[in-house]
């Protein structure tokens, strides 16, 4: 069964407002990646986190690794519709995965 | 050059056809994928070429075959595939191996079997 939950699986907000997915593993992650992919579009990477704890920000994106190294979360801040699409994590357990995902529309 | 090409963009083709999937990169990536995708669920990964040769094989049903001619090159031939076979199939690379390095992919094939 799948190794990496998500949630919430969708979200919908108002322009303007905050977001939080997260990410959740039953077994410990050597390392976690985000990928975000737009309605048609591909994955791309947005980051990667390593260090238990560690907390990385891009912009308007915090990102955060869990001390377990078993869950993430990803935060934006004052979302705007360019933030619109799906929001994966992935990391390696055993097996590489992909998270389930959470889809984010931003209502403007 | 920081792209991935696929080819063709989209493919129909009955459960008694032959096609191939191809995929390219010019970044001097060592590792390339291939991943499955349904609607609204995602990536599986499939198949994992490290240096070339085959690393993973995620159980994959052996209609379909991989093969990477070349450090720059991912094929996956395609026979006699069923209709629950149909999704959009990516191609990625990486630096090296899965861990540790961001993937880059490819807009993919979206694929129709009929």
């Known amino acids: 069964g799948q190794q990496v939950m998500q949630i919430p699986q969708y979200q919908h907000v108002q322009e303007g407002e905050d977001f939080t997915t997260y990410c959740n593993s039953s077994?410990?992650?050597?390392?976690i990646q985000w990928y975000k992919q737009r309605p048609g579009g591909h994955p791309v990477f947005l980051i990667q986190?390593?260090?238990?704890?560690e907390v990385k920000k891009q912009k308007r994106l915090t990102f955060q690794f869990g001390e377990a190294k078993k869950n993430s979360s990803l935060h934006i801040t004052a979302t705007q519709t360019t933030d619109v699409g799906t929001y994966f994590c992935?990391?390696?357990?055993?097996?590489?995965?992909f998270g389930t995902g959470t889809s984010l529309t931003v209502i403007p | 050059d920081t792209e991935v090409t696929q080819t063709p963009k989209h493919l129909v083709m009955g459960m008694t056809n032959k096609k191939s999937l191809k995929c390219e990169q010019h970044?001097?990536?060592?590792?390339m994928y291939w991943y499955k995708q349904k609607a609204k669920k995602p990536p599986e990964l499939m198949f994992v070429?490290?240096?070339?040769?085959?690393?993973i094989n995620e159980s994959v049903p052996s209609r379909f075959s991989p093969e990477c001619p070349n450090s720059s090159l991912l094929n996956l031939h395609l026979h006699a595939l069923q209709p629950e076979d149909s999704a959009l199939y990516l191609c990625?690379?990486?630096?090296?191996?899965?861990?540790?390095?961001?993937?880059?992919f490819g807009p993919g094939t979206r694929l129709t079997v009929l």
């Open positions: 986190l390593v260090k238990s704890g």
């Open positions: 077994t410990t992650l050597s390392n």
């Open positions: 992935a990391g390696t357990a055993g097996q590489f995965y």
């Open positions: 990625a690379s990486s630096q090296r191996g899965l861990s540790y390095n961001e993937q880059f």
């Open positions: 070429y490290s240096y070339e040769k085959l690393s």
């Open positions: 970044m001097g990536h060592r590792a």
